[in-house]
């Protein structure tokens, strides 16, 4: 018999939750993705199959700011970056997918920036 991971358990929560969530190009859904290195974020619209904006703790414009990747205020900065980008697209409204994660810490923090910065959800 298979042990069942933590990386598994996340899996099957993030496919329970992308039953019922789906981005449109009107309103595209806010994924968040974190490691213990990196913190990520894009939008995707899901009826095209396309990511309309994507930014990271790897991103040029965050990446020599930022001390370490992984944490909270990596998270917060990478939240106002893809509200920013967003924001250019002309996009106001999305819907928040936090992949299986617990929506604690940088997931949070990810969520909380981008709402600051003029997205809703």
Do not use: W
Not at 31 to 51: C, E, I, M, P
Request: aromatic share 4%; net charge positive.
């Amino acid at each position: 018999m298979r042990a069942v991971g933590r990386r598994d358990r996340r899996a099957v929560r993030h496919h329970r939750a992308r039953v019922r969530l789906a981005g449109t190009p009107e309103r595209p859904r806010l994924v968040v993705y974190r490691s213990l290195r990196h913190v990520y974020a894009q939008l995707v619209d899901d009826v095209a199959g396309k990511t309309v904006a994507a930014a990271s703790s790897q991103s040029p414009e965050l990446k020599d700011g930022l001390k370490h990747g992984g944490n909270k205020e990596a998270a917060s900065k990478v939240g106002e970056l893809i509200a920013r980008r967003a924001g250019e697209k002309g996009i106001k409204q999305v819907c928040f997918d936090r992949a299986g994660f617990k929506y604690h810490g940088c997931v949070s923090a990810v969520a909380e920036a981008a709402r600051k910065a003029g997205l809703e959800f």
